[in-house]
């Protein structure tokens, strides 16, 4: 079952430059798909279009041309309410996603609030809602009534991924989780995302620029060369036997996880 469908998306922005707007494209015709439960792994140079197609497929930025869908319905203006909480994002800087004046508890339930605004709930109810989020991500409930600056990047990050998982969606878009983490940090924070997957059964769009990383997580990988897929396949065909003249290039630029 196709969870995701990305099909012939296209984007352009305008840009003034100089006396002149320009036309910048940013996505070309862009498609791919991700059965329900595994791991799509977007990898691409700075710029190429990643958070672009992220922003799409999330229903924040609107595609010039080409349709997502998701479990067959299309995302748009008339769709994205009922599918939004169906599908997480989870983006690369861990402190600016949380506000800072809020505690833990109200930051991690905040969806649940917003969601089901019509049914009532208790403030011990919310409060032992924020505690099991919190084990899901590996943190405990002293964690409930303290603010972010209080906590590292990567604890800052399981408290993101603890709001992104409050609504229980079935899709995480996670747009360079672990770039702003340090090396041993971000593995465990990657090794949190598979670990949730396996027990969630959650399907993954899993942004990075780093060939390792996305080796370590995806099904199957799709390189993204200024807006185009240049290649798309199995994660061990595409490592092991790259076609595309870029993919080497991206492969060859990264060292391994084991000496990241
Ligand atoms: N709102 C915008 N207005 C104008 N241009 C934009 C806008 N958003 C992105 N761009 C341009 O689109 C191109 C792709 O940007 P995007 O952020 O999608 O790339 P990326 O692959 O996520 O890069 P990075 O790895 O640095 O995060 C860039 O040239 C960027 O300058
Ligand atoms: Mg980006």
Do not use: W
């Not at 390792?212 to 995806?218: E, K, Q």
């Not at 036997?241 to 492969?251: C, I, N």
């Amino acid at each position: 079952m196709i969870r995701i469908a990305v099909d012939e998306v296209s984007k352009h922005y305008e840009r003034q430059a100089a006396l002149r707007r320009v036309t910048v494209p940013v996505l070309d015709r862009v498609s791919f798909e991700i059965p329900r439960g595994q791991t799509l792994g977007l990898v691409g140079e700075s710029g190429s279009g990643k958070s672009t197609l992220a922003r799409i497929v999330l229903g924040l930025v609107e595609a010039d041309a080409g349709q997502v869908r998701m479990d067959g319905v299309a995302v748009d203006a008339t769709t994205i309410a009922g599918l939004r909480r169906r599908m997480q994002p989870v983006f690369q800087d861990p402190a600016a996603a949380l506000d800072p004046r809020m505690r833990v508890v109200d930051l991690v339930t905040e969806p649940l609030v917003i969601h089901r605004s019509g049914a009532r709930q208790s403030r011990a109810s919310l409060r032992q809602a924020a505690a099991e989020l919190l084990r899901s991500v590996g943190m405990d409930a002293s964690a409930l009534e303290r603010y972010p600056h209080e906590f590292s990047g990567g604890q800052k990050q399981r408290i993101n991924i603890a709001r992104a998982l409050a609504l229980r969606p079935e899709i995480l878009v996670l747009d360079e989780p672990v770039s702003a983490l340090d090396v041993s940090v971000a593995a465990q924070v990657i090794n949190l995302l598979r670990a949730l997957q396996q027990e969630l059964g959650m399907t993954y769009l899993f942004i990075s620029h780093s060939m390792p990383l996305v080796r370590y997580l995806s099904t199957r990988i799709a390189v993204l060369e200024q807006g185009r897929i240049v290649e798309i396949g199995e994660t061990e065909e595409v490592c092991q036997r790259p076609r595309a003249a870029y993919t080497r290039r991206l492969l060859e630029a990264t060292p391994t996880l084991e000496t990241a």
